[in-house]
């Protein structure tokens, strides 16, 4: 689920034990996947191109930084993340070439050595400091396999197609996996041929292949194992065949022009924080003043489409309710595509006072009614909608799309069971994730400040863990790497604001109508925990202008599902259900005009 570059975290059956090892689901909202992506296309030929390879010990990542002909801007290509290309932030270029990629909270600077062609320099993420060289190169360097294998496995919620990289007894990591479906990669390990048989150990999956070689030598067939066994047969392929791309996936809802509609392209100043949001309006074509809604996007650094896995629900949202008479504000969030700032830094708190501005703004234009503006959030959107409307009294309505009812911490918690159990992991694996979250999260809380958050302590965590499953000691580097990353995105500021906001704060105070809405599957906002907890607010309020509906067989995203697990997100064709869409536009066009 999580592509971004330099990324240890997976949401699917088979990269389930690697979360168990990170214990690092912690994705609240489930739009993860970077908004700085920009597609896949080559690089132009005006560009000059720098290679470097990031050696992460678990896994290595091929880069190549293609800088616009007159060095105002780059692209960073992760070639062991599905050839993702990525938009480079305050990138300069010089004697020196620095440059961020804030929404996986990245930065990179290196100098020119004297004979410049290369930059040497580090790459910072995480906590961690990588040496990153790149060397201008005229077309990327081949990989110098001397085999490559390719097969598929069926996890029983999708076929996921796996590829094994060989190279020579010289190499410093003899055989490198990729999960080509999920466009994640680089994945190292070791090799060992015996009696017939090829093993290859992938440490930081905690996978193992176990293959016998056919007798012409083009076909492997065994088992992977990541704690369970699955069926693969591998072919050789060469070189060109393994760089063939994959088909982009289905997304039939997804609006095409022409619209029957107007669209401005706005920019709003949130004077208190000193930063521009670049956002979208859509207006129905009248003569009369429209009630508007504002969509709020989940945790992360989020586009205005609100963009994951190639699925568009905010463009699907803004699309039907504009159809049907409604105007649609949907934005930039601080720091990401057009819009200025900085994300990383921020708080839900910050955040509110973006949709706060946005409000400011839309009260003012001449084709929005201003006393029918209301807000619509999803996952921490959900959160941030009620903090607005508590601080002010000129909301219209609420609609709360998977919302929170409890604090970050109860919902993190709760979450990690329901996603492993949703993606198939047995009661055993659940409890070593539990586990290791439960420790990490103490540690955070416990610590006075960052400084207390040694690498000893990381390192006491993972004992810990072994203490009580000693069978995982042959894995104390991996998860000492795995667990430290974990633990950086718990101790940063959006987390530790998230982990104890209470959501009954706002909702207490919130005396517009409210619209909450959720599906049964989601395993990431849970409507057994929450749903509850946000009726048990309104109630003891005396709030009667509430409605709540649950739909049977809807994911976090709103999409129809089989299990409700992150790793159907991109499987299903569906972006949002039409049915939710209906009732939304019904309920706005009964609470708002």
Not at 64 to 74: F, G, K, L, P, W
Not at 297 to 304: E, H, L, P
Request: hydrophobic share 40%; aromatic share 8%; with cysteine.
């Amino acid at each position: 689920m999580h592509c971004s570059v330099f990324s240890l975290h997976f949401a699917s059956k088979i990269m389930s034990r690697a979360i168990l090892k990170t214990a690092f689901v912690f994705v609240f909202a489930a739009i993860i996947i970077p908004t700085l992506l920009i597609g896949q296309e080559q690089a132009d030929s005006k560009t000059k191109n720098y290679y470097g390879i990031l050696d992460a010990k678990l896994r290595v990542f091929r880069f190549v930084v293609s800088v616009a002909e007159d060095n105002s801007s780059a692209t960073l290509k992760s070639l062991d993340e599905g050839q993702q290309v990525f938009k480079l932030e305050d990138f300069s270029i010089g004697d020196k070439m620095s440059f961020k990629l804030k929404r996986t909270v990245a930065e990179y600077s290196g100098s020119f050595n004297k004979d410049k062609n290369q930059f040497v320099g580090k790459w910072k993420q995480g906590g961690n400091e990588l040496d990153l060289n790149f060397l201008l190169v005229e077309k990327t360097p081949d990989e110098n396999t001397t085999e490559i294998w390719e097969g598929e496995i069926n996890t029983g919620v999708q076929k996921l197609k796996l590829r094994f990289k060989l190279f020579d007894e010289k190499s410093k990591y003899p055989v490198v996996m990729d999960s080509v479906t999920q466009r994640v990669g680089g994945f190292t390990g070791t090799t060992q041929n015996a009696e017939g048989k090829m093993f290859f150990s992938i440490p930081a999956l905690r996978g193992k292949l176990t293959a016998i070689l056919s007798e012409d030598k083009k076909t492997l067939k065994g088992t992977w194992n990541q704690g369970i066994d699955f069926p693969i047969e591998l072919k050789k392929v060469s070189a060109a065949e393994a760089q063939k791309k994959l088909e982009p996936p289905k997304r039939p809802q997804t609006p095409k022009a022409p619209f029957p509609y107007e669209s401005e392209e706005v920019e709003i100043e949130n004077k208190s924080a000193k930063l521009t949001l670049a956002a979208t309006l859509t207006m129905p074509i009248t003569d009369e003043k429209s009630p508007c809604v504002v969509l709020i996007s989940g945790s992360g650094a989020q586009d205005r489409d609100e963009t994951l896995l190639d699925h568009k629900p905010f463009l699907v949202i803004a699309d039907f309710l504009t159809r049907r008479g409604i105007a649609v504000l949907r934005f930039d969030d601080r720091g990401t595509a057009k819009s200025t700032g900085d994300h990383s830094t921020a708080t839900s708190a910050d955040f509110a006072t973006d949709v706060s501005a946005i409000v400011d703004f839309l009260k003012t234009h001449k084709k929005i009614a201003s006393d029918q503006i209301g807000l619509c959030g999803h996952s921490e959107g959900g959160l941030i909608a009620p903090m607005v409307a508590a601080s002010r009294n000129d909301i219209a309505f609420l609609i709360m799309l998977a919302g929170p009812g409890v604090n970050g911490e109860k919902i993190l918690q709760n979450q990690i069971g329901l996603i492993l159990a949703a993606s198939g992991e047995k009661p055993e694996a659940i409890a070593e994730a539990k586990f290791v979250q439960r420790k990490m999260i103490e540690l955070v809380k416990k610590a006075k400040d960052d400084a207390e958050i040694t690498q000893e302590r990381i390192e006491m965590v993972v004992d810990e863990f072994l203490k009580k499953y000693p069978d995982n000691k042959n894995e104390r580097d991996a998860l000492i790497t795995n667990v430290g990353a974990g633990i950086a995105r718990l101790k940063s500021p959006w987390m530790k604001y998230f982990f104890s906001y209470e959501p009954s704060t706002s909702l207490m105070k919130t005396e517009c109508p409210v619209l909450v809405l959720n599906g049964a599957k989601d395993t990431q906002v849970d409507p057994k925990l929450n749903i509850p907890a946000i009726k048990s607010v309104f109630e003891s309020a005396k709030k009667t202008n509430f409605e709540v509906v649950e739909y049977p067989n809807l994911n976090h995203l709103f999409q129809v599902c089989k299990t409700g697990a992150p790793a159907e997100y991109n499987l299903i064709e569906e972006t949002f259900s039409e049915e939710v869409l209906k009732k939304m536009a019904q309920w706005i066009d009964a609470n708002a005009r």
